[in-house]
């Protein structure tokens, strides 16, 4: 079965920051989704990734899929305390049905 | 307001009783998810509906779970006999059937607390 792993698992930057949150799968990833999740609240789609090399932007929020497809990377610029929360990825595994990393705990600190 | 909802959004039960959740997806969409998330962790797949039949169930659904959606609509899932760890939200989602990756929807979830 497909597994994905995010590091770092939390992250504290001071507002203002660029970060970069990875996600690594152990097979190739035929569709990359980022969701954001405000704690104890539901899944907010952010971006959908599926071709190798694959880049797409919402606002100051950039994810990336590398060219071999097995992993990705999301970018956030001049991060603002509305960033924070848990971004997770999650893989397509067919049928639409998605496999997610672990998630990473975003804190903004002004 | 048009997006995936579920009820109750909180549950506090007794090990040993019956729960049942509700989903209510965006109306056009003709697939519907159930996950679970528990503390720290990403969600889990548990099963998921095209229109009234139910096509995959997890392994992770054992026996005390069962889900319906009777008429291509709403959903329930009903967990009996609760045990300690059943605990954690249980999340609702919603696509278009599509022949590959599309946009899921997300509710907002029922977090289930079982003391």
């Known amino acids: 079965s497909q597994e994905l792993e995010q590091s770092p698992q939390s992250l504290i930057v001071q507002e203002g920051k660029n970060l970069t949150i990875n996600c690594t799968s152990s097979?190739?990833?035929?569709?990359l989704y980022w969701y954001k999740q405000k704690y104890g609240e539901g899944l907010i789609f952010l971006m959908m990734?599926?071709?190798?090399?694959e880049e797409k932007s919402h606002e100051k929020i950039t994810a990336k899929l590398d060219e071999k497809k097995q992993q990705s990377s999301l970018h956030i610029t001049a991060s603002q305390p509305s960033h924070a929360g848990i971004y997770l990825c999650?893989?397509?595994?067919?049928?639409?049905?998605?496999?997610f990393g672990q998630g990473t705990r975003l804190t903004i600190n002004p | 307001d048009t997006g995936v909802s579920q009820d109750p959004r909180h549950k506090i039960t007794k090990r040993g009783q019956n729960v049942t959740f509700r989903c209510d997806p965006i109306?056009?969409?003709?697939?519907l998810y159930w996950y679970r998330q528990t503390l720290g962790q990403g969600p889990e797949f548990l099963t998921y509906f095209q229109n009234e039949a139910q096509l995959e169930k997890s392994r992770l659904l054992s026996d005390r779970f069962s889900a319906e959606r009777p008429k291509g609509s709403f959903s329930t899932l009903e967990i009996q006999r609760t045990e300690q760890g059943d605990s954690a939200m249980y999340l609702c989602?919603?696509?278009?059937?599509?022949?590959?990756?599309?946009?899921?929807?997300f509710g907002p979830g029922t977090r289930l607390t079982v003391l």
């Open positions: 990734l599926q071709k190798g090399g």
């Open positions: 109306s056009e969409h003709n697939r």
């Open positions: 999650g893989a397509y595994q067919g049928a639409q049905k998605l496999v």
């Open positions: 097979k190739t990833l035929y569709g």
């Open positions: 989602a919603s696509c278009i059937l599509a022949g590959g990756p599309g946009e899921q929807f």
